[in-house]
């Protein structure tokens, strides 16, 4: 009998927790309190991230919260705010910088609405596909061009997503790859709150509508931008080219997958130059970055000379500053100010060398001198952007693919805590700034440009065909 009881307790508390739960995730909050929610959130942004004006002036960006507000005008749902300003976030134009609805907010508004059946590719025209179709209706033609969602036209579908979606700079290479992975999420998450979804297309020249139900994220089977993660580091070599793949600078990537990149880069470089390897391809594309300690060894193998990796110190925010603990010293150095920016040398040499990037690095000893081809995406993020810069700016590699992601000048990364925003939202702020010792005035507020620029095509991304990796292929064998 106690036993009993003591489920029926267990199972009304349950129940009460989860009304309560569903309660608060549909609650409406006053206009008042979501416009105060707003300026404070933004003020802990501006009092954190040092790169906050790094693409948007502090005047133009208090213009922008200033319009947001007004637009509050009426009380609103947690996924009705989220709405207005995930936009906000992105124009920081930092790709390490978000909001995001908290995991439980998340879990429940996908319970309520499904996700649009359907995955796109935008080619270089800005023209948008189908790409895959995931609802019941199988008829829906695969590679025809989409019109309209919702009688939304499809450019403006794309246009209200580029602006929530977060990326270095005006980048926009990072929020076409995004979409073209992951148009399900970004759509339901932006656009969605509907089960059912009107699509026009143009198959042909003939102009049909399609009245689909929307499908379970267990139903979507999406993929990130590197889909094979067992070998994060894979070196070939084939008809006297050497091809080093790199997915990522992650450390632990490599430890999950016992590989260690120090060796197995050196070994690469060893095999190159006893086989006398003239031509070398590096693909980099969807690598997001990791290490920089693992970028910057990468970078020594193509310099003869010592070189500068970064322009200067890691800068962090006046807020952080201001905020550092004495007892801190125990393992980092205390942040100095210089003129009008905070410099941290991080921690003490004997802990850690990952601030010192700044100084002259040295070239490997076994550095390459043969000719080096990098192919990029706007997968390329992080320390990953901040190394195709490095070798493109000094003129090591020649160029192919589509813009990098991540910043040519650099980015604003390092420590990123996480922390909640009312209501049930949470935020990422990235607290240390990296400047590259490269053109400060080239390619401002842009990724790497590539020398030859290749674009996908839809043929090739429905049929999974490496143009950009053939055609450096062909562009190596006409050379020679």
């Not at 009426?74 to 910088?97: Q, V």
């Not at 926009?172 to 339901?188: A, D, G, Q, R």
């Amino acid at each position: 009998m106690k036993k009993i009881k003591c489920l029926l307790t267990i199972l009304i508390l349950t129940m009460c927790s989860n009304a309560y739960a569903q309660g608060e995730f549909e609650k409406k909050y006053s206009a008042d309190s979501l416009k105060t929610w707003t300026r404070k959130t933004m003020k802990e942004v501006y009092k954190s991230h040092p790169g906050m004006y790094r693409y948007t002036s502090k005047k133009t960006f208090d213009k922008l919260i200033d319009s947001i507000t007004v637009t509050i005008s009426d009380s609103l749902s947690t996924i009705e705010y989220y709405r207005k300003l995930k936009p906000l976030f992105a124009k920081i134009g930092c790709l390490h910088t978000s909001l995001n609805l908290s995991k439980p907010y998340q879990e429940y508004y996908e319970t309520r609405y499904n996700f649009i059946p359907i995955e796109i590719f935008i080619d270089s025209n800005d023209k948008i596909f189908i790409t895959k179709n995931y609802s019941t209706d199988t008829t829906i033609p695969i590679k025809s061009e989409i019109i309209s969602i919702n009688k939304k036209p499809i450019k403006e579908v794309i246009e209200q997503l580029y602006k929530a979606i977060p990326s270095d700079g005006y980048n926009k290479t990072l929020k076409t790859l995004v979409l073209n992975y992951h148009f399900p999420f970004w759509y339901e998450s932006i656009l969605g709150s509907t089960n059912d979804f009107e699509i026009k297309i143009n198959d042909n020249g003939q102009k049909k509508s399609y009245h689909l139900k929307g499908v379970t994220r267990k139903e979507l089977k999406l993929h990130d931008f590197n889909i094979d993660q067992k070998s994060p580091l894979a070196f070939e070599i084939k008809e006297d080219i050497g091809y080093l793949k790199i997915q990522t600078f992650s450390s632990s990537s490599f430890k999950k997958n016992n590989q260690k990149f120090k060796e197995i880069i050196k070994d690469v470089f060893v095999k190159l130059k006893k086989q006398n390897i003239q031509n070398l391809i590096i693909d980099v594309r969807g690598n997001t970055g990791g290490s920089d300690k693992n970028a910057v060894k990468l970078a020594s193998y193509f310099f003869n000379d010592p070189f500068q990796y970064w322009n200067n110190p890691v800068e962090i925010s006046e807020g952080f500053y201001n905020e550092y603990k004495f007892w801190y010293g125990i393992f980092f150095r205390r942040p100095k100010k210089v003129d009008n920016t905070y410099q941290w040398k991080g921690m003490h040499w004997w802990l850690s060398t990952a601030f010192n990037y700044y100084k002259i690095q040295k070239p490997s000893k076994q550095n390459f001198n043969g000719n080096t081809y990098l192919i990029i995406d706007g997968g390329c993020m992080s320390s990953c952007a901040d190394v195709s810069a490095i070798l493109s700016h000094n003129k090591k590699v020649i160029v192919f693919g589509e813009e990098t992601g991540g910043g040519y000048q650099g980015n604003t990364s390092g420590m990123m805590p996480v922390m909640p925003v009312s209501p049930n939202l949470t935020m990422t702020i990235p607290l240390q700034k990296y400047t590259n010792a490269v053109d400060a005035t080239k390619n401002f507020g842009r990724g790497t440009i590539p020398d030859y620029p290749i674009h996908n095509t839809l043929e090739s991304w429905v049929n999974k065909m490496d143009i950009q990796l053939d055609y450096v292929i062909q562009f190596i064998k006409h050379k020679l």
